[in-house]
DNA sequence: CCCGCATCTGACAACGTTGTCCAGGCTCTA
DNA sequence: TAGAGCCTGGACAACGTTGTCAGATGCGGG
């Protein structure tokens, strides 16, 4: 019977299409496996003759270590997960650089995922990570319960929540004021003599949106003005649809003279929307974003830290990791009011 | 002698401080180790009774499967690592969700890193990347030799750079046609009779910058029009640098007409110092930007498309990993000139 | 009633690394 | 010069999983 080569079979030290391990680089260097183990993590112990001796194999077989065969080994990854609704967001994108950094400075890689704000993808995207064992995670949650990481947190995942908070378990969560933020930016109009105010945002299932629409309500209250249906909308997004509920509502029986807008792409697209109109209405946006200083006029913003947040939260799963923190906590970052002119239009009837 | 507890010591089928493993949910359930892996991935010949109580166990335990274990044993990671400049900027969000979503579709997680611009950082993290296995590799990359990457081309790590081609290496690459795109851009401001025309680009070095000047270059030269060496700024980024470059063009001795700025960042603040004058001056930008159409005069662009970018490569990837792919090379994506104001300005001498 | 076969299950090795521990050779001192 | 102590290097097991292979079980037919 003839011999067929098989997985597995060896070829001058070095297995076919697999990488170089330990043992070629020490069959190679005539040294120990352990000596070369040695060497690649620069321990102590070993002269320098060998050290060379060890370092030419290393070079001459492109030998890179396996850090899955590490990892199983040790026990940490020095990885962190980071899962998020769309890395495409420019709200996303400095968040997500913010905890590399941090992760980066403690020598950890970061995978990410996008959950598209969709709850189960959440879950599956969170498990697959620690599947493959990372150190912590940072999730901006998309569902409203996360019993399913209850496991996790035993094992002793470092987890923090950020922009949202957790559900139905206690973890830390790093969030903005988005209640006090949407409050003030409500009040900054009704400060400006407007009393017929709309407000687009998210779905009331997504936390910060609710908190938002409630800043809305507090400071509409608070001023006495009763709030008419047709001034809100709830759940819409995508700019079609936020294009038809700002028309309704510049259109409605009782037009509004400002409008207040729940997250950043909502607020262009009001943007887009007011530039075809004629008639001046007034507007604040919760969140930055770029350019909003150039517009004409200017977009006055309920402007939160999507960097601080990042690096906040990051910063807190370190700590868990070294120990120094236990117990969870809710952290609240301010936001910041900042005028530009859409918001400082006087009511025109 | 006291005993007291180790690392490793058992404590109810469990470690402390980890996780369970299938040997514990083996026990559990009463039946072997190799039951429970074949219920954990689903493979045929187990009975409906033996599964149901597997699947009790890992309920009860909270089991997950270790990730790294099972890479160590399969060889694929099902995970692929991108390497970008920097995930804050607007350009690369889109073109990092975009890898992410193809990934998705053949079951792979993401890691990326951030090289900042900086070449050794950037071999750093592709080394990194490397050794935790990741299946394939796209690279945006920031330094121009990438010999370090022979041993893992060798290996068998699909690997794809975009937006820049590889440095003396073989790869597969796909990129913008910077050249084409700047020369059109540029003759789109020659023809609307501007002969003094600046260009404020990025390092030389990064491949596009280069070509975006070659670009600029051959489209003056295509009309005959010899150019002044203060009408070049390269080499700047940062804000501040680049006004200061604007600055010196407009007020020069021989001071330009229009500006075409080589990306989308620098666009952007010169898109701020023309807001604080009062001459009439043309611009075009490398780069489509949000609210570039809502600015006034809307900005005209030559736009890539930075999703299409991301995931043409990683369907190249995986088709690398397919084994249906295997010359490297080289595709270049058409860029397109959006018409919207800033570019169709007349020359205001 | 027993054999053969199909079906289900488990023991065992291997993946590549690191921690533990011991051997051998060296230096230093009494 | 012998003994103690140090330094270097290597053998071996273990991490948790999966592939291989052989054993156990049950069933139907001769």
Redesign the interface.
């Known amino acids: 019977m003839p011999e067929t080569a098989r997985r597995g079979d060896r070829v001058s030290g070095t297995r076919y ?3 170089p391990t330990m043992k070629d680089v020490a069959a190679r260097a005539g040294v120990g496996l352990k000596t070369v183990s040695r060497v690649v993590n620069g321990e102590p112990g070993v002269t320098p003759d060998t050290e060379r001796r060890v370092q030419e194999a290393i070079e001459a ?9 590490r ?2 080994r040790k ?1 940490r ?1 020095a ?1 962190i997960g980071l899962v998020l609704e ?5 709200f ?3 968040l ?2 913010a905890v ?1 950094e941090v992760a ?1 400075a403690h020598g950890a ?6 959950s598209a704000e969709d709850p189960e993808r959440e879950q599956e995207l969170v ?7 990372v150190d912590g995670l940072v999730v901006i949650p998309a569902g409203d319960d996360h019993r399913y990481l ?3 947190l ?3 995942v470092a987890t923090v929540f950020v922009d949202r908070p957790a559900g139905r378990i206690e973890a830390d969560v790093v969030l903005s004021d988005s209640f006090g933020g949407a409050r003030d930016g409500v009040a900054h109009l009704i400060a400006h003599g407007h009393r017929r105010i709309g407000f687009i945002g998210d779905m009331p299932r997504i936390h910060t949106a609710a908190e938002r629409l409630r800043g809305y309500r507090a400071a509409m209250e608070d001023a006495g003005i009763e709030v008419e249906p047709s001034w809100m909308s709830l759940g819409v997004t995508d700019p079609e649809r936020v294009r038809r509920a700002a028309e309704e509502m510049l259109s409605g029986p009782v037009p509004v003279t400002a409008i207040f807008a729940g997250n950043n792409r909502v607020t ?1 697209t009001v ?2 929307v007011l ?1 075809g109109h004629d008639r001046q209405v007034a507007l604040v946006g919760f969140d930055d ?3 909003a200083d ?3 006029p200017g977009v006055t913003v309920v402007a939160q830290d999507a ?1 601080t947040l990042g690096r906040t939260a990051a910063e807190r799963l370190f700590r868990q990791l070294d120990g120094s923190l236990v117990t969870p906590e809710r952290i609240e970052l301010p936001t910041r009011l900042i005028t530009r002119g859409s918001g400082e239009l006087p009511p025109a009837d």
Do not use: H
């Open positions: 299409g697999n990488r077989l492109g030998f890179r270590r396996n850090d899955s065969a990892v199983l026990g990854t990885s769309d890395l495409a967001d420019p996303y994108g400095p997500s650089r590399e980066r890689l970061l995978i990410n995922g996008s498990l697959a990570l620690c599947a493959r064992r209850e496991p996790e035993k094992a002793g262009v943007v887009r530039a974003f770029e350019l150039l517009l004409k960097a």
